[in-house]
């Protein structure tokens, strides 16, 4: 890619000599793996091709030609775009996942530039334009955030933890990141997708995790003397007769009564309503947004889906397409053995369209080839050529007949008849499918002027152009892509489901959904196996004797396979491990390694994705060396600054100093809390956030790995608990046995989700054998520990992906938040870059400390945090100033490609700063 002009060769000329090239160490990357939502699109006079870069944090911009298209420029953005929207032919807006912002770029004059940084809430994930003259922009966003401010409720039941921002896009107001027009909560876990109606008039918003309505009774509800006595299906011994512990069950709400498999009801257990509203409706007309009201098809659509990808509107008959997968987590086991043709082996979720119109939902699977009766023919098979796995972005022609959609995790696009998709005529067939080379789409948009689609791919950071009349891929790009290779090899093993499963419908993203996790629990033991024992690694047992693991484990929520480097075994007791392969020493020996008890899960290809036969060990080690890498993002109920509010530092010494139990330890004896690292084990390594890889025997009736605590903020939703006898009892404080109503969420916070909430966690404790004299006895000792465990330290300190842009007439709000990010620069927990274009070049600088910024041009050098304010204040040219994780800055900031050569200085030789190997 060249990005330089005549006008920026000539002057830089005049100023600059030859210079020399710099070395320096191979630069940082930290992984996220931002799953990518809106990726592309095209102008609206269809010349220009806009595409985020993800890995490199950067919107690149093609001109579209009769020969395919050709890289005009690229343009620095905030961390992990995820979604592009092209207001009009002078204007596009980028959500940054990371960042929680939104990047305004001016692509009017010779080179483009950010303009304006929008302030949003907490990972935002999409946008569109609607309204009156499409003038508003509409923005999702999880219901949290630093930069929200507004008070989140965290332990407050039935509130909506997903939000649409909405902007006048004419009119964004003097604040720091902008004043929303209004702000529209949406009664649902987190949410991901939009789309317009054709008239503009209609906002259609998705829940992303939007829940099957199922649930769990926990196990002291549950008598443990097996079906026959009331208790749980059978069967209740694993293959050697030895009885399971005593483990929840999974019920799902039928309509009128929570059930099981068996059909039997549990509604004295549950004490919340589930409600299914999965895809919103936002009036957008005149006025001021808001909901409309009304049940299903009005104010929301049900029966969408478990996890909602993306959403198109047909512009012809204003139907909604939602691309989803629905969970079957209400069924129990995994494993090829006995009881095989029962469980979850190879039909783990349905993949789906579902068809949104006045008569409600209408799901449509696309998967109707596969026989699930059928597991699991030796690859390649007929069956898994035609599958679908994951479908992403949509496209669809003018008309509205014919439907595109990308599908991550079988490397196509395929190609639907809309009324044969609505009228569920349809059949899949190879003559609609067209592969896609690059792997991984995720995104697709239509130039139906040239008969083209332009798909992104994710595997390979491209860009694949197919021609529509031939259903053939015609021309492939690249972006730059700064992952090291160990990324890029291995990424392919977490979403491949044609490689990786034997129908081709399942991967392991299919649950670990980008990385993370699907917010439900599911029952994935295997009555085939044996009864082990636990590895030698055990902080402490709670039981006489130590438990070992039972095959039949009971519900147990999704884990994200995020920050699992340094956290020793794996699953939620620990059975994944590395025993007997090392000495027992911390971070990597024995039980402790990652990599062994990452590398223990190649059994899970065969016994639940249904492949016939496990990864090589190679591949494996491929895959294990890709998820190692991938970190948790910053905390956003922590303050910017790392300091903590009155509540969260109380809590926070209450669990670092309070003695608790008749036993006398305290909250961080199991839960380790050391986010630099602990120097007793003599290695550098990333630190514990909440366990140290250690076992604790006996807990919740079975043997359990100390969990981590990085993620329990995203748990919050889930409030109503029936009666237990273990742990409540009259002097339970905070404890409401009173139905609590709506909720957004079926699991909550402990390994099986029975739990609702921390607080009731934290008020447990004041109750039962276990309590001691200065256990909690006050309800806001156990609000004060919760609000610090939702603010608990993770990988990155809290500023990590803020940015702010810098205009001639903002200095004064902007001012102090440059401020801030230099301050915590300063101490350690971010590198600070600016960029801005100079001469209709881009100009950066990185943050080096005591007010200096080195340049990405070295005849400039060294400026101080004065002149680079002058940019923007004097010189009228933005300056975006972003924090950065620790050891990207010189990367992001002033060395793209990493190749010792300044980015300006490679612009002025006429040499590509995006490609090492182009040098001058």
């Known amino acids: 890619m060249r990005i330089r002009t005549l006008r920026t060769s000539t002057v830089l000329a005049l100023l600059v000599a030859a210079f020399p090239g710099e070395t320096r160490a191979a630069p940082a990357f930290t992984a996220f793996e931002s799953g990518q939502v809106r990726p592309i699109a095209l102008s609206p006079d269809g010349t220009r091709l806009f595409a985020v870069n993800t890995p490199d944090n950067r919107l690149e911009i093609y001109a579209v030609t009769a020969r395919g298209l050709r890289h005009v420029e690229s343009v620095p953005v905030g961390l992990e775009p995820v979604a592009v929207a092209a207001r009009n032919s002078d204007e596009v807006w980028v959500v940054n996942h990371l960042s929680d912002s939104v990047s305004i770029v001016d692509v009017s004059g010779l080179n483009a530039e950010v303009e304006r940084t929008l302030l949003v809430g907490d990972e935002p994930r999409d946008i569109v334009f609607a309204g009156p003259g499409k003038s508003r922009a509409f923005i999702t966003a999880a219901h949290r955030g630093q930069n929200t401010g507004f008070d989140p409720q965290n332990t407050t039941p039935g509130v909506g933890r997903a939000d649409v921002w909405v902007f006048n896009a004419n009119n964004l107001g003097s604040a720091l990141g902008g004043q929303p027009l209004t702000r529209i909560n949406l009664f649902s876990d987190v949410p991901r997708a939009l789309a317009v109606s054709p008239d503009g008039d209609t906002v259609y918003a998705a829940s992303f995790m939007s829940g099957n309505q199922t649930t769990v009774v926990g196990p002291h509800q549950i008598t443990n003397d097996g079906e026959q006595a009331g208790g749980i299906p059978g069967p209740n011994v694993n293959h050697a007769g030895v009885p399971e ?64 990808f993306n959403m198109i509107v047909n512009p012809s008959s204003g139907r909604v397409y939602v691309t989803n997968t629905e969970a079957r987590n209400e069924v129990r086991f995994e494993g090829p053995g006995e009881f095989a043709a029962t469980t979850v082996r190879g039909h783990m979720v349905d993949t789906q369209i579902s068809v949104l119109g006045g008569g409600g939902t209408a799901t449509r699977q696309l998967n109707k080839h596969i026989n699930y009766n059928d597991c699991c023919a030796e690859r390649p098979n007929e069956e898994n050529e035609l599958s679908v796995s994951q479908p992403n972005g ?37 003559g609609d499918q067209i592969a896609v080379s690059g792997g991984g789409p995720t995104g697709v948009v239509l130039d139906e002027q040239r008969d083209r689609l332009y798909v992104l791919t994710r595997f390979d950071n491209g860009i694949s152009i197919i021609d529509t009349d031939t259903r053939e891929e015609t021309g492939h790009v690249t972006m730059h892509n700064p992952e090291p290779p160990s990324l890029v090899q291995g990424r ?128 494996m080690d ?41 036993v006398d330890f305290r909250c961080v004896d199991c839960h380790v809390l050391d986010p630099n690292g602990n120097a007793q084990y003599g290695v550098e390594h990333p630190g514990f956030f909440g366990s140290d890889g250690q076992l604790v025997g006996g807990e919740f009736s079975q043997t359990f790995k100390v969990p981590h605590l990085r993620n329990i903020y995203t748990k919050i939703g889930m409030f109503g608990m029936a009666h237990d006898p273990q742990i409540h009892d009259t002097t339970f404080v905070g404890y409401d046995p009173s139905h609590q109503g709506d909720q957004v969420r079926g699991f909550g916070i402990t390994h099986d989700g029975t739990i609702d909430s921390v607080q009731r966690f934290m008020g447990a404790f004041s109750a039962g054998p276990l309590n001691g004299p200065d256990g909690f006895h006050l309800r806001q000792e156990q609000l004060d520990v919760a609000e610090f465990l939702f603010a608990f330290d993770t990988n990155l300190k809290p500023i990590v992906g803020q940015q702010i842009t810098l205009r001639p007439n903002n200095s004064a709000v902007v001012g102090p938040r440059i401020d801030l990010l230099m301050d915590r620069a300063d101490a350690g927990e971010c590198e600070l870059i600016a960029k801005a274009s100079v001469l209709s070049v881009e100009f950066g600088a990185v943050y080096t400390g005591n007010g200096n910024f080195t340049t990405s041009l070295t005849a400039v050098g060294t400026r101080t945090d004065a002149q680079l304010r002058q940019l923007a204040t004097m010189l009228h040219n933005p300056v975006t100033y972003t924090c950065v994780p620790p050891g990207s800055g010189y990367r992001l900031g002033v060395d793209r490609d990493g190749d010792g050569h300044r980015d300006a200085d490679e612009l002025l030789h006429a040499s590509d700063p995006a490609d090492p190997s182009d040098t001058p």
């Open 394 to 430: 949509m496209a669809i022609t003018a008309d509205g007949s014919t439907l595109y959609v990308a599908v991550l995790g079988n490397d196509k696009v395929v190609v639907y008849d809309t009324e044969a998709l609505e009228d569920d005529s349809f059949y899949p067939d190879a």
């Open 622 to 662: 491929a895959f294990t060396e890709f998820v190692l890498q991938i970190t948790y993002p910053p905390n956003p109920h922590r303050a910017l600054d790392n300091t903590l509010t009155a509540s969260q530092q109380a809590g926070h010494e209450f669990f670092t100093t309070r003695l608790t139990f008749a």
């Open 245 to 308: 512990a005593n483990v929840g069950l999974i019920v799902k709400w039928d309509g009128e009564h929570w059930v099981d498999e068996l059909g039997r009801p549990w509604d004295d257990h549950i004490k919340f309503n589930l409600p299914d509203r999965d895809v919103f409706v936002i009036d957008a007309g005149p006025g001021v947004p808001q909901l409309k009201p009304g049940g299903a098809g009005s104010g929301f659509f049900t029966g969408v889906g478990t996890v909602l």
């Open 492 to 619: 392919r093993f977490l979403y491949d489901a044609s490689y990786t499963s034997s129908h081709g419908d399942s991967a392991c993203a299919t649950c670990h959904i980008f990385g993370d996790n699907d917010q439900l629990a599911w029952d994935l033991g295997d009555p085939d196996l044996d009864v082990v024992d636990p590895p030698n690694i055990l902080k402490m047992t709670l039981n006489p004797a130590e438990v070992p693991f039972h095959p039949m484990k009971g519900p147990m929520t999704t884990q994200s396979l995020r920050g699992m480097a340094n956290h020793g075994a794996m699953h939620w007791r620990g059975d994944r491990n590395g025993e007997g392969q090392g000495a027992n020493v911390q971070p990597d020996g024995g039980a402790y390694s990652e990599r062994a008890a990452f590398k223990a899960f190649n059994v899970a290809f065969e016994g639940l994705l249904g492949r016939d036969e496990p990864l090589t060990e190679a591949e």
